[in-house]
C-alpha cells in the first residue's frame, strides 16, 4: 500500500493529479510498495524558514526532503514511512519561466527529486548527481513530461 498525502495550506492546489503517475513510477523503479509520506506546498516565506531553521542556509529554495530512513535510530517492518517533501509553489512557477518549460514539468520535477532524498539518492558529488538526476529524467520521460 502507497499512502501520501498532498498538503496545501496556501491554496496552491489545482489539478496535481499528474503527480499521482509520477509518485508511482517513482517507486516502482525503486520496488518500494508499502510506504507513506507527505508533501506539502509551502509559499517562499515558509520554505526560507525551513530552509534557515534546518539546513542554516537563509535563502528560498524549490525542494526540501526530511527523510526518516535517514535516522538509524528508526527502524520500520514491512512498511516505510518515507518522510516528508516541502515543495515552493511561487519559486517553482518562477522556475518554470526560467526554464522554458510548463509548471507540470517544474513540479513534476521536484516531486521526484524529493522522493528521490526520501529514497536515499543525492547529489553531494558529481557522481551521485549524475545517478540521480538520470532517474529523474528517466522517470520524468517514461511519463511524458518533458521539457
Known amino acids: 500500500m502507497i499512502k501520501y498525502d498532498i498538503a496545501d495550506e496556501y491554496g496552491y492546489h489545482e489539478n496535481y493529479a499528474y503527480l499521482k503517475k509520477v509518485i508511482k513510477r517513482t517507486l516502482k523503479h525503486e520496488k518500494v ?5 507527505t ?6 516565506k515558509k520554505i526560507q524558514e525551513i530552509n534557515k531553521t534546518y539546513r542554516h542556509v537563509d535563502s528560498i529554495t524549490d525542494v526540501i526532503s526530511f527523510a526518516l530512513e535517514d535516522n538509524s ?8 514511512i518515507l518522510g516528508d517533501i516541502y515543495i515552493c509553489i511561487p519559486r517553482m512557477q518562477k522556475q518554470a519561466i526560467d526554464y522554458k518549460h510548463s509548471e507540470k514539468r ?14 536515499g539518492y543525492d ?3 558529481k557522481d551521485e548527481e549524475e ?17
Open 131 to 147: 545517478v540521480m538526476f538520470a532517474l529523474q529524467e528517466l522517470i520524468l520521460n517514461e511519463e511524458n513530461i518533458t521539457r
Open 106 to 119: 517544474e513540479l513534476a520535477f521536484l516531486t521526484v527529486h524529493g522522493l528521490l532524498h526520501l529514497l
Open 123 to 125: 547529489h553531494m558529488n
Open 73 to 80: 535510530k528508526i527502524k520500520f517492518d514491512k512498511f516505510r
Open 33 to 37: 510498495k508499502n510506504c507513506l509520506f
Open 39 to 44: 508533501i506539502i506546498f509551502v509559499d517562499e
